[in-house]
């Protein structure tokens, strides 16, 4: 069973405000994992780091999110200015290295309204 | 870059059927394959994996998967399904090495009593 803690499990934002979720990966996990999963199941990679450092993170991300897993902190997802499309089940995942086993969390559901 | 493609959206078939669930993939090079399933409102759980060896790996809860190079698939079966089999059930790529890892659009499995 997997030992990703996202919290807060539902959010509910205005659109324009700031929306941040935090994720816990599983001790000893160095790779952590964004992904947004939208209401037709389909999935959109974010952003994965490796211990403190951005490995990849999709031009989105970039320019409207804010992400960091500093080190004995929890990891989080900002977004700066809520969309309504940005409405989505944020999923957080850690792993111990490439090509290795994927950890889920539960997510987090943000709705926009 | 890779991509996965699941081309049946929904399947329904009843408790103790026989069940097999399509993926197939695109990438030149070396590959490291998966299998998810997420219950409604949850975070995805690990099924089973393939990078080298044994084309057929078992997972747990009876499923099994077999790869096949020359199909470029990972098709998920199992033999006999329960109720509780009743899920959406991803299958994902990565580039051997490679952090990122890519998921198909999912498939919706029910399991009518």
């Known amino acids: 069973n997997s030992k990703v803690i996202q919290t807060p499990r539902y959010l509910v934002k205005g659109q324009g405000q700031k929306a941040k979720m935090r994720c816990i990966p599983e001790k000893g996990h160095p790779v952590v994992f964004w992904y947004q999963q939208n209401k037709n199941n389909e999935f959109k990679f974010l952003i994965n780091f490796q211990n403190q450092e951005v490995l990849q993170q999709i031009d989105m991300t970039e320019k409207r999110f804010s992400a960091e897993c500093p080190s004995n902190s929890p990891c989080s997802l900002e977004i700066q200015s809520s969309e309504a499309g940005d409405s989505a089940l944020y999923l957080c995942a850690s792993s111990p290295g490439p090509n290795t086993e994927v950890f889920f969390g539960k997510g987090t559901r943000l709705t926009v309204v | 870059t890779q991509t996965v493609s699941q081309s049946d959206a929904h399947v329904t078939v009843f408790e103790g059927d026989s069940v097999e669930l399509r993926c197939n993939y695109s990438y030149g090079g070396s590959i490291y394959l998966s299998w998810y399933i997420q219950h409604h409102g949850h975070g995805l759980q690990f099924l089973l994996k393939?990078?080298?060896?044994?084309?057929v790996v078992q997972g747990v809860n009876g499923f099994e998967a077999e790869f096949s190079k020359s199909d470029s698939s990972f098709h998920l079966r199992k033999a006999s399904v329960h109720w509780s089999d009743s899920a959406v059930y991803f299958c994902a790529v990565s580039a051997t090495g490679g952090y990122k890892v890519v998921f198909g659009s999912g498939t919706r499995l029910l399991v009518s009593p």
């Open positions: 393939y990078y080298s060896g044994n084309p």
